[in-house]
Protein backbone atom coordinates (compact mmCIF):
# COMPACT_ATOMS: atom_id res chain seq x y z
CA UNK A 1 0.00 0.00 0.00
CA UNK A 2 1.41 3.55 -0.53
CA UNK A 3 2.41 5.78 2.32
CA UNK A 4 0.05 8.52 3.17
CA UNK A 5 0.93 11.86 4.40
CA UNK A 6 -1.79 13.91 6.22
CA UNK A 7 -2.17 17.21 6.85
CA UNK A 8 -3.06 18.79 10.42
CA UNK A 9 -6.82 19.45 8.90
CA UNK A 10 -7.15 15.69 8.12
CA UNK A 11 -5.90 14.51 11.18
CA UNK A 12 -8.41 16.70 13.24
CA UNK A 13 -11.12 14.93 11.49
CA UNK A 14 -9.77 11.19 12.16
CA UNK A 15 -11.44 9.48 14.22
CA UNK A 16 -9.27 8.72 17.63
CA UNK A 17 -8.75 6.50 20.66
CA UNK A 18 -7.28 7.59 23.44
CA UNK A 19 -6.66 5.03 26.74
CA UNK A 20 -4.47 7.30 29.00
CA UNK A 21 -5.58 10.41 29.79
CA UNK A 22 -6.14 12.03 33.55
CA UNK A 23 -9.19 13.87 34.14
CA UNK A 24 -7.41 16.37 36.92
CA UNK A 25 -4.72 17.33 34.00
CA UNK A 26 -7.21 18.10 31.29
CA UNK A 27 -9.28 21.14 32.68
CA UNK A 28 -9.90 23.99 30.42
CA UNK A 29 -7.99 26.37 31.73
CA UNK A 30 -10.98 29.01 31.79
CA UNK A 31 -12.67 26.83 33.85
CA UNK A 32 -9.97 26.18 36.65
CA UNK A 33 -9.72 30.18 36.46
CA UNK A 34 -13.97 30.40 37.22
CA UNK A 35 -14.08 27.32 39.87
CA UNK A 36 -11.32 28.79 41.82
CA UNK A 37 -12.71 31.86 42.48
CA UNK A 38 -15.67 30.35 43.29
CA UNK A 39 -13.89 27.82 46.02
CA UNK A 40 -11.47 31.08 46.70
CA UNK A 41 -8.21 29.25 45.58
CA UNK A 42 -5.63 31.66 44.53
CA UNK A 43 -3.50 30.43 41.24
CA UNK A 44 0.01 31.46 39.60
CA UNK A 45 -2.51 33.97 37.35
CA UNK A 46 -6.54 34.50 36.52
CA UNK A 47 -5.85 35.12 32.97
CA UNK A 48 -6.91 31.64 31.31
CA UNK A 49 -3.85 32.14 28.25
CA UNK A 50 -1.49 32.90 30.97
CA UNK A 51 -2.10 29.90 33.01
CA UNK A 52 -2.13 27.38 30.39
CA UNK A 53 1.44 29.34 29.62
CA UNK A 54 2.16 28.26 32.90
CA UNK A 55 1.17 24.86 33.11
CA UNK A 56 2.82 24.27 30.29
CA UNK A 57 6.06 25.82 31.28
CA UNK A 58 6.12 24.29 34.99
CA UNK A 59 5.69 20.96 33.58
CA UNK A 60 8.26 20.91 31.14
CA UNK A 61 11.11 20.50 34.22
CA UNK A 62 12.14 16.75 33.06
CA UNK A 63 11.24 15.47 36.60
CA UNK A 64 7.95 13.52 37.08
CA UNK A 65 7.86 15.13 40.49
CA UNK A 66 7.71 18.53 39.80
CA UNK A 67 5.21 17.70 37.07
CA UNK A 68 2.68 15.76 39.39
CA UNK A 69 3.01 19.27 41.31
CA UNK A 70 1.43 21.29 38.90
CA UNK A 71 -2.26 19.32 39.57
CA UNK A 72 -2.76 20.98 43.03
CA UNK A 73 -4.59 23.90 41.46
CA UNK A 74 -6.77 21.52 38.70
CA UNK A 75 -7.34 19.22 42.10
CA UNK A 76 -8.38 22.64 44.22
CA UNK A 77 -11.12 23.66 42.15
CA UNK A 78 -12.64 19.42 41.88
CA UNK A 79 -13.19 19.22 45.24
CA UNK A 80 -17.68 19.72 44.95
CA UNK A 81 -20.16 18.33 43.10
CA UNK A 82 -20.43 21.55 40.93
CA UNK A 83 -16.68 21.68 40.52
CA UNK A 84 -16.30 17.98 39.51
CA UNK A 85 -19.79 18.29 37.35
CA UNK A 86 -18.82 20.74 34.91
CA UNK A 87 -15.00 19.07 34.88
CA UNK A 88 -16.33 15.77 33.55
CA UNK A 89 -18.92 17.39 30.94
CA UNK A 90 -16.80 19.79 29.98
CA UNK A 91 -13.72 16.51 29.38
CA UNK A 92 -15.88 14.42 27.45
CA UNK A 93 -17.19 17.55 24.99
CA UNK A 94 -13.27 18.06 24.59
CA UNK A 95 -12.89 14.99 23.43
CA UNK A 96 -15.49 15.18 21.06
CA UNK A 97 -14.63 18.21 19.72
CA UNK A 98 -10.91 16.64 18.55
CA UNK A 99 -12.07 14.09 16.84
CA UNK A 100 -11.95 11.06 19.82
CA UNK A 101 -15.06 8.32 19.39
CA UNK A 102 -13.84 6.29 22.00
CA UNK A 103 -11.65 7.17 25.39
CA UNK A 104 -10.95 6.58 29.08
CA UNK A 105 -10.82 8.42 31.67
CA UNK A 106 -8.79 8.51 34.94
CA UNK A 107 -8.43 9.73 38.15
CA UNK A 108 -7.69 8.99 41.75
CA UNK A 109 -11.35 9.47 43.86
CA UNK A 110 -9.23 9.65 47.29
CA UNK A 111 -8.45 12.95 45.71
CA UNK A 112 -11.51 14.70 45.78
CA UNK A 113 -12.79 14.90 49.21
CA UNK A 114 -11.87 17.91 50.60
CA UNK A 115 -15.36 19.64 49.88
CA UNK A 116 -17.13 17.14 52.20
CA UNK A 117 -17.94 13.83 49.12
CA UNK A 118 -17.58 10.83 49.87
CA UNK A 119 -15.67 8.23 47.69
CA UNK A 120 -18.74 7.05 46.58
CA UNK A 121 -20.76 10.07 45.65
CA UNK A 122 -17.18 11.50 43.90
CA UNK A 123 -17.56 8.48 41.46
CA UNK A 124 -21.25 9.13 41.14
CA UNK A 125 -20.93 12.64 40.34
CA UNK A 126 -18.08 12.08 37.70
CA UNK A 127 -20.42 9.37 36.04
CA UNK A 128 -23.19 11.86 36.06
CA UNK A 129 -21.17 14.47 34.62
CA UNK A 130 -19.70 12.34 31.88
CA UNK A 131 -23.13 10.72 30.78
CA UNK A 132 -24.20 14.43 30.27
CA UNK A 133 -21.14 15.03 27.71
CA UNK A 134 -21.86 12.11 25.95
CA UNK A 135 -25.36 12.96 25.27
CA UNK A 136 -24.70 16.64 24.51
CA UNK A 137 -21.90 14.98 21.95
CA UNK A 138 -24.45 12.56 20.96
CA UNK A 139 -27.04 15.25 20.40
CA UNK A 140 -24.33 17.59 18.25
CA UNK A 141 -23.76 14.80 15.97
CA UNK A 142 -19.97 13.89 17.50
CA UNK A 143 -21.16 10.88 19.65
CA UNK A 144 -17.94 9.42 22.20
CA UNK A 145 -17.84 7.02 24.44
CA UNK A 146 -15.85 7.30 27.34
CA UNK A 147 -15.28 4.42 30.42
CA UNK A 148 -13.49 5.30 33.31
CA UNK A 149 -10.55 4.21 35.33
CA UNK A 150 -10.65 4.85 39.21
CA UNK A 151 -6.63 5.08 40.45
CA UNK A 152 -5.16 4.19 43.44
CA UNK A 153 -2.24 6.65 44.84
CA UNK A 154 0.80 4.36 44.74
CA UNK A 155 2.32 6.36 47.80
CA UNK A 156 -0.76 6.31 49.90
CA UNK A 157 -2.34 2.56 51.38
CA UNK A 158 -5.69 3.06 50.36
CA UNK A 159 -5.24 1.51 47.05
CA UNK A 160 -7.41 -1.48 48.23
CA UNK A 161 -10.58 0.88 48.67
CA UNK A 162 -10.12 1.97 45.90
CA UNK A 163 -10.34 -1.09 43.81
CA UNK A 164 -13.37 -2.04 45.94
CA UNK A 165 -14.94 1.15 43.82
CA UNK A 166 -14.10 0.02 40.74
CA UNK A 167 -15.51 -3.20 41.49
CA UNK A 168 -18.91 -1.56 43.00
CA UNK A 169 -18.85 0.71 40.04
CA UNK A 170 -18.06 -1.80 37.29
CA UNK A 171 -21.95 -1.80 35.47
CA UNK A 172 -22.51 1.56 36.38
CA UNK A 173 -19.47 3.35 33.77
CA UNK A 174 -16.49 2.08 35.35
CA UNK A 175 -14.37 -0.08 33.07
CA UNK A 176 -11.02 -0.88 34.89
CA UNK A 177 -8.44 0.56 37.49
CA UNK A 178 -4.92 1.65 37.64
CA UNK A 179 -1.98 3.21 40.07
CA UNK A 180 -0.89 6.64 39.58
CA UNK A 181 1.84 8.99 41.27
CA UNK A 182 5.74 8.97 41.85
CA UNK A 183 6.95 5.88 40.31
CA UNK A 184 10.64 5.71 41.73
CA UNK A 185 10.38 4.18 44.90
CA UNK A 186 6.47 3.36 44.82
CA UNK A 187 6.86 -0.24 43.10
CA UNK A 188 3.53 -1.63 41.86
CA UNK A 189 4.22 -4.94 44.33
CA UNK A 190 3.66 -2.95 47.20
CA UNK A 191 -0.23 -2.63 46.41
CA UNK A 192 -0.46 -6.63 45.75
CA UNK A 193 -3.70 -7.45 47.15
CA UNK A 194 -5.74 -4.81 45.31
CA UNK A 195 -4.62 -6.48 41.89
CA UNK A 196 -5.60 -9.77 43.46
CA UNK A 197 -9.23 -8.35 44.30
CA UNK A 198 -9.37 -7.42 40.49
CA UNK A 199 -8.35 -10.47 39.11
CA UNK A 200 -10.92 -12.31 41.44
CA UNK A 201 -13.40 -9.97 40.60
CA UNK A 202 -12.65 -10.11 36.60
CA UNK A 203 -11.56 -5.96 36.61
CA UNK A 204 -9.33 -5.54 34.49
CA UNK A 205 -6.36 -2.92 34.96
CA UNK A 206 -3.28 -1.16 34.14
CA UNK A 207 -0.45 0.67 35.90
CA UNK A 208 1.82 3.36 35.40
CA UNK A 209 5.19 1.62 34.89
CA UNK A 210 8.56 2.39 32.80
CA UNK A 211 7.95 5.68 32.80
CA UNK A 212 10.20 6.99 35.87
CA UNK A 213 11.35 3.94 36.29
CA UNK A 214 12.74 1.30 34.04
CA UNK A 215 12.56 -2.78 33.56
CA UNK A 216 11.61 -3.67 37.31
CA UNK A 217 8.34 -1.95 37.50
CA UNK A 218 7.00 -3.14 33.97
CA UNK A 219 8.52 -6.74 35.28
CA UNK A 220 6.44 -6.59 38.66
CA UNK A 221 3.71 -4.52 36.90
CA UNK A 222 3.21 -7.95 34.71
CA UNK A 223 4.21 -10.94 35.87
CA UNK A 224 3.79 -10.18 39.46
CA UNK A 225 0.67 -8.20 39.33
CA UNK A 226 -1.03 -9.33 36.43
CA UNK A 227 -1.40 -5.54 34.52
CA UNK A 228 -3.36 -6.29 31.05
CA UNK A 229 -1.68 -3.04 29.68
CA UNK A 230 1.52 -0.74 30.95
CA UNK A 231 0.62 2.95 31.38
CA UNK A 232 3.35 4.85 29.00
CA UNK A 233 6.24 1.99 29.59
CA UNK A 234 8.61 3.47 27.65
CA UNK A 235 12.07 1.96 29.16
CA UNK A 236 10.73 -1.73 27.69
CA UNK A 237 13.42 -0.39 25.10
CA UNK A 238 16.03 -1.15 27.98
CA UNK A 239 15.36 -4.52 27.39
CA UNK A 240 15.81 -4.14 23.58
CA UNK A 241 19.58 -4.15 21.71
CA UNK A 242 19.68 -3.92 18.31
CA UNK A 243 16.37 -5.12 17.24
CA UNK A 244 17.14 -7.58 19.18
CA UNK A 245 14.22 -8.52 22.23
CA UNK A 246 14.86 -9.96 25.86
CA UNK A 247 12.48 -12.23 27.50
CA UNK A 248 10.39 -8.87 29.16
CA UNK A 249 10.33 -7.27 25.94
CA UNK A 250 9.42 -10.47 24.27
CA UNK A 251 7.21 -11.26 26.64
CA UNK A 252 5.29 -7.79 26.08
CA UNK A 253 5.11 -7.84 22.73
CA UNK A 254 3.96 -11.56 21.95
CA UNK A 255 1.21 -11.23 24.36
CA UNK A 256 0.22 -8.47 22.87
CA UNK A 257 0.44 -5.90 25.95
CA UNK A 258 -0.54 -2.21 25.40
CA UNK A 259 1.93 0.32 25.96
CA UNK A 260 -0.45 3.38 26.69
CA UNK A 261 2.37 5.71 25.37
CA UNK A 262 2.64 9.66 25.65
CA UNK A 263 5.16 11.35 23.57
CA UNK A 264 4.62 15.00 24.96
CA UNK A 265 4.46 14.22 28.59
CA UNK A 266 7.37 11.84 28.07
CA UNK A 267 9.40 14.37 27.10
CA UNK A 268 8.21 16.98 29.80
CA UNK A 269 9.14 14.47 32.33
CA UNK A 270 12.52 13.49 30.83
CA UNK A 271 11.27 9.48 29.85
CA UNK A 272 12.31 10.61 26.02
CA UNK A 273 14.49 13.28 24.66
CA UNK A 274 12.56 14.28 21.40
CA UNK A 275 9.16 13.55 19.24
CA UNK A 276 11.42 11.99 16.47
CA UNK A 277 13.44 9.94 18.88
CA UNK A 278 10.64 8.68 21.27
CA UNK A 279 10.19 4.87 21.60
CA UNK A 280 6.84 4.59 20.08
CA UNK A 281 7.90 4.80 16.82
CA UNK A 282 10.40 2.15 17.26
CA UNK A 283 8.15 -0.41 19.27
CA UNK A 284 5.48 0.24 16.42
CA UNK A 285 7.89 -0.83 13.67
CA UNK A 286 9.16 -3.75 15.56
CA UNK A 287 5.07 -4.91 15.66
CA UNK A 288 4.60 -3.75 19.57
CA UNK A 289 1.08 -3.14 20.15
CA UNK A 290 1.39 0.68 21.20
CA UNK A 291 -1.39 2.90 21.32
CA UNK A 292 -0.78 6.83 21.48
CA UNK A 293 -2.49 9.21 24.22
CA UNK A 294 -2.52 12.99 25.80
CA UNK A 295 -1.73 11.89 29.25
CA UNK A 296 -2.83 15.58 30.83
CA UNK A 297 -4.27 18.02 28.17
CA UNK A 298 -4.16 21.01 30.32
CA UNK A 299 -0.70 20.17 31.81
CA UNK A 300 0.35 19.76 28.54
CA UNK A 301 -0.63 21.54 26.32
CA UNK A 302 -1.81 19.06 23.90
CA UNK A 303 -4.79 17.27 21.99
CA UNK A 304 -4.70 13.90 19.93
CA UNK A 305 -4.73 15.86 16.83
CA UNK A 306 -1.83 17.75 18.11
CA UNK A 307 0.16 14.52 19.08
CA UNK A 308 -0.32 12.72 15.80
CA UNK A 309 0.31 15.80 13.86
CA UNK A 310 3.58 15.89 15.98
CA UNK A 311 4.63 12.12 15.08
CA UNK A 312 3.62 12.80 11.18
CA UNK A 313 5.71 15.99 11.20
CA UNK A 314 9.01 14.97 13.28
CA UNK A 315 8.85 10.94 13.29
CA UNK A 316 7.26 10.68 9.59
CA UNK A 317 4.51 9.04 10.00
CA UNK A 318 1.22 8.04 8.02
CA UNK A 319 -1.99 7.72 7.95
CA UNK A 320 -1.11 4.12 7.93
CA UNK A 321 0.58 4.30 11.14
CA UNK A 322 -1.81 6.64 13.15
CA UNK A 323 -4.73 3.98 11.76
CA UNK A 324 -2.75 1.19 13.29
CA UNK A 325 -2.03 2.67 16.57
CA UNK A 326 -5.80 3.69 16.67
CA UNK A 327 -6.88 0.29 15.83
CA UNK A 328 -4.28 -1.04 18.98
CA UNK A 329 -6.37 1.75 21.17
CA UNK A 330 -9.53 -0.38 20.86
CA UNK A 331 -8.38 -3.51 20.20
CA UNK A 332 -7.21 -3.04 24.13
CA UNK A 333 -9.85 -0.76 25.34
CA UNK A 334 -11.53 -2.19 28.78
CA UNK A 335 -14.99 -3.26 27.28
CA UNK A 336 -16.42 -6.28 26.58
CA UNK A 337 -15.23 -7.73 22.77
CA UNK A 338 -18.59 -6.75 20.94
CA UNK A 339 -18.63 -3.40 21.62
CA UNK A 340 -14.67 -3.21 20.44
CA UNK A 341 -15.10 -4.77 17.42
CA UNK A 342 -18.09 -2.79 16.54
CA UNK A 343 -16.45 0.34 17.11
CA UNK A 344 -13.22 -0.35 14.90
CA UNK A 345 -15.82 -1.82 11.96
CA UNK A 346 -17.95 0.75 12.69
CA UNK A 347 -16.49 3.82 13.21
CA UNK A 348 -12.97 3.93 12.86
CA UNK A 349 -12.10 1.61 9.84
CA UNK A 350 -14.37 4.06 7.81
CA UNK A 351 -13.23 7.49 8.84
CA UNK A 352 -10.06 6.18 8.20
CA UNK A 353 -10.87 4.64 4.76
CA UNK A 354 -12.62 8.20 4.11
CA UNK A 355 -9.52 10.19 4.44
CA UNK A 356 -7.37 7.60 2.84
CA UNK A 357 -9.27 8.15 -0.40
CA UNK A 358 -9.47 12.48 0.30
CA UNK A 359 -5.55 12.93 1.36
CA UNK A 360 -2.64 13.48 -0.87
CA UNK A 361 -0.34 10.25 -1.44
CA UNK A 362 3.44 10.09 -1.09
Known sequence: MTATRVDADVIRRLPKAVLHDHLDGGLRPATVVELAAAVGHALPTTDPDELAAWYFEAANSGDLVRYIATFEHTLAVMQTREGLLRTAEEYVLDLAADGVVYGEVRYAPELMLNGGLTLAEVVETVQEGLGAGMAKAAAAGTPVRVGTLLCGMRMFDSTRETADLAVAFRDAGVVGFDIAGAEDGFPPADHLDAFEHLRRESVPFTIHAGEAHGLPSVHQALQVCGAQRIGH????????????????????????????????????????????????????????????????????????????????????????????????????????????????????????????CSSPRT
Open 233 to 356: GVRITDDIVDGKLGRLAGWVRDRRVALEMCPTSNLQTGAATSIAEHPITELKDLGFRVTLNTDNRLVSGTTMTREMSLLVEQAGWTTEDLRTVTVNAVKSAFIPFGERRALIEDVVLPGYEAAL
